[in-house]
């Protein structure tokens, strides 16, 4: 289980994640909605330890404290990552990105049957695993991006914005997979502008504005509340 | 309507992978054409060879009349044709501001000096960044980058604007927002083909669609049209068509 309590993020003079709790059982998915410069993926990097949580935070993973790890020290103790824009390694292939993922030592001796599960989710990268990373399309290196996060075995799965870039089809797919993810224990905690879909498939979910958690509630409940659906789901249809 | 731009037998391969395959397709003056298709179905790479990043192994582009096909991208930028980048290209060191001056300075309008450091900004407004002029690119949000990606393209003063994926992840409302200002491009005479996911964009601003898969058409005709068409349906939307 995630437990963050008191996290803050500030650029300069400009405070972008303003104490911050929440948390994300095994088993759970929660997703953050919240405008673009909200604070969303901040908060994911803090989390992740690529930026500091600020003072008397507190980020803690089965109760093992996280604050002050770096951040492959965090992916070791089973957080890992999918940042905003992909962040691969555009001049090595598919199998190498994969296999880098897998570098934790937690993750070495499971690496093929991690590969295995990570294919299973995306056939499109079995098809394409001497290909150079680069040359594939943007959703494509999407895959590449979520499946080297799942290669390193991680118990708790960060995701930003995961379905940009993906088709209707894809990203229909993408929801169904995290809810496999789910099934194998690992917790999800997901930034989302697709909250339609997102918070159908999610179990909880959080609302940020300038910087502050400014509700929570079940998935169902935020997906039928009036001003959750103002804000984020769009127009009636 | 006379063809703004018209393809033919436009194909390129990289290595082992057809990613287009003999596409021909025509974009009148004045229209908004989303160009749709799964992942990897070769849409970039439909921009990439419209725009000079890549050259094409046969085919022709014919843009205002001019056979543009394996010309470098300068040049054709100078012809009127202007691009969005799905990863955004920003000059990293330089402002906001100056981001978008370099495309009015070495562009078809090759404006210099105070004239257009005024056009500049008013480009960052129309875009909304006009807080952000002196910023640099590495310190705006994503969605803000975008916006940067789409005033420099304007910069070049373009007749044909290529958007790829330029309003994904914006929430509702952003995509308001971003759609009114396509909108507005298009209603002061610029002809725009976009690359597009987001399903409320295409039906609300497109007056054609074009359906690409394993880099062939497979569809093109009415939004309403192509999104009930089987094939589209199995190949790209699934059973949803909510995304």
């Known amino acids: 289980m995630l437990e963050v309590k008191g996290l803050s993020v500030q650029y300069g003079k400009h405070r972008a994640v303003d104490d911050a709790a929440l948390s994300v059982a095994t088993?759970?998915?929660?997703?953050?909605?919240?405008?673009?410069?909200?604070?969303?993926?901040?908060?994911?990097?803090?989390?992740?330890?690529?930026?500091?949580?600020?003072?008397?935070?507190?980020?803690?993973?089965?109760?093992?404290?996280?604050?002050?790890?770096?951040?492959?020290?965090?992916?070791?103790?089973?957080?890992?990552?999918?940042?905003?824009?992909?962040?691969?390694?555009?001049?090595?292939?598919?199998?190498?990105?994969?296999?880098?993922?897998?570098?934790?030592?937690?993750?070495?001796?499971?690496?093929?049957?991690?590969?295995?599960?990570?294919?299973?989710?995306?056939?499109?990268?079995?098809?394409?695993?001497?290909?150079?990373?680069?040359?594939?399309?943007?959703?494509?290196?999407?895959?590449?991006?979520?499946?080297?996060?799942?290669?390193?075995?991680?118990?708790?799965?960060?995701?930003?914005?995961?379905?940009?870039?993906?088709?209707?089809?894809?990203?229909?797919?993408?929801?169904?997979?995290?809810?496999?993810?789910?099934?194998?224990?690992?917790?999800?905690?997901?930034?989302?502008?697709?909250?339609r879909k997102s918070l159908a498939i999610a179990d909880r979910g959080y609302l940020i504005e300038n910087g502050r958690i400014v509700g929570a509630g079940r998935a169902a409940e935020l997906a039928s509340d009036p001003a959750v659906q103002r804000a984020y789901l769009g127009g009636a249809r | 309507m006379s063809a703004l731009l018209e393809v033919t037998n436009l194909s390129r391969r990289f290595g082992g992978l057809l990613a287009v395959d003999a596409l021909g397709f025509s974009v009148a003056a004045g229209e908004i054409v989303?160009?749709?298709?799964?992942?990897?179905?070769?849409?970039?790479?439909?921009?990439?060879?419209?725009?000079?990043?890549?050259?094409?192994?046969?085919?022709?582009?014919?843009?205002?009349?001019h056979a543009i096909a394996g010309k470098p991208a300068h040049r054709i930028a100078r012809l009127g044709m202007a691009r969005t980048f799905q990863l955004v290209r920003p000059l990293a060191s330089l402002s906001c501001r100056d981001n978008v001056l370099?495309?009015?300075?070495?562009?078809?309008?090759?404006?210099?000096?105070?004239?257009?450091?005024?056009?500049?900004?008013?480009?960052?407004?129309?875009?909304?960044?006009?807080?952000?002029?002196?910023?640099?690119?590495?310190?705006?949000?994503?969605?803000?980058?975008k916006r940067l990606e789409l005033a420099r393209a304007l910069a070049l003063d373009p007749e044909l604007l290529l958007l790829d994926e330029w309003l994904a992840g914006l929430n509702p409302t952003e995509l308001e927002e971003g759609i009114g200002l396509i909108r507005g491009l298009s209603g002061q005479g610029i002809t725009i083909l976009l690359v597009e996911h987001v399903m409320d964009a295409i039906r609300s601003l497109c007056h054609r669609c074009l359906v690409m898969n394993t880099g062939r058409l497979i569809a093109s005709g009415l939004p309403t049209e192509v999104l009930a068409d089987a094939e589209?349906?199995?190949?790209?939307?699934?059973?949803?068509t909510d995304a």
Not at chain 1, 54 to 64: H, I, M, S, Y
Not at chain 2, 109 to 121: E, M, Q, S
């Open chain 2, 34 to 65: 989303g160009l749709l298709g799964p992942n990897g179905s070769g849409k970039t790479t439909v921009l990439n060879l419209l725009s000079g990043v890549l050259r094409p192994d046969s085919g022709t582009v014919a843009f205002r009349g």
């Open chain 2, 102 to 145: 370099t495309g009015l300075a070495f562009g078809r309008r090759n404006a210099w000096g105070t004239a257009a450091r005024t056009d500049a900004d008013a480009l960052l407004d129309r875009v909304g960044l006009g807080r952000a002029r002196e910023a640099l690119p590495g310190e705006l949000t994503y969605i803000d980058q």
């Open chain 1, 27 to 195: 088993s759970e998915i929660v997703v953050i909605l919240g405008a673009n410069g909200a604070g969303k993926s901040s908060l994911l990097k803090a989390v992740a330890g690529l930026q500091p949580p600020g003072t008397g935070a507190r980020v803690a993973l089965d109760d093992r404290e996280l604050v002050g790890l770096q951040p492959h020290q965090i992916v070791e103790a089973g957080l890992a990552l999918v940042p905003e824009g992909r962040g691969i390694f555009g001049e090595l292939t598919v199998r190498e990105n994969l296999l880098l993922g897998a570098f934790a030592r937690r993750a070495r001796a499971d690496e093929a049957n991690n590969r295995h599960r990570v294919l299973a989710l995306f056939p499109r990268l079995a098809e394409r695993l001497d290909q150079t990373a680069r040359t594939m399309s943007g959703g494509e290196q999407q895959m590449v991006a979520i499946g080297r996060a799942l290669m390193s075995a991680p118990k708790m799965l960060l995701l930003d914005e995961p379905s940009l870039g993906l088709s209707p089809l894809l990203s229909s797919e993408l929801f169904r997979a995290l809810g496999r993810i789910r099934q194998d224990g690992i917790g999800v905690l997901l930034v989302e502008q697709n909250a």
């Open chain 2, 232 to 240: 589209v349906i199995r190949a790209y939307l699934g059973d949803e």
